[in-house]
């Protein structure tokens, strides 16, 4: 059985700190592409960031410099570490793999509020 599931949000004071886990599972996860997503509320779903399945990662321009994305491939999990959060941040996040086609996780809330 193919799965993403996500863990790790919650609520966070600006300027805070969280990670984003993914656990894969039914799938190769090391020749998948892995991406984080987020959908804020009244707005379209966006790319944060993804990595290769060579380990290359990039980011959307909103989040340069504050979110790190990595993988462990021995443990088929991808992570996004989120710095300097700012109230925009605020959306559900999703896992997303990418082989062909795309597999999506059912979501984390992230919410920044002081």
């Known amino acids: 059985q193919v799965q993403l599931v996500e863990s790790g949000g919650g609520l966070v004071q600006p300027g805070g700190s969280l990670r984003l886990s993914c656990a894969a599972s039914g799938i190769l996860f090391s020749t998948y592409s892995m991406a984080w997503y987020r959908q804020a509320p009244g707005k379209q779903r966006e790319l944060v960031a993804r990595?290769?399945?060579?380990?290359?990662?990039n980011y959307s321009e909103a989040v340069k410099g504050r979110f790190t994305i990595s993988r462990d491939n021995t443990k088929n999990t991808v992570y996004l570490q989120m710095n300097s959060l700012a109230p925009e941040d605020t959306a559900v996040y999703y896992c997303?793999?990418?082989?062909?086609?795309?597999?999506w996780g059912e979501g984390t809330l992230v919410t920044v509020s002081s």
């Open positions: 990595i290769t399945d060579g380990g290359i990662p």
């Open positions: 997303n793999a990418r082989r062909g086609g795309d597999l």
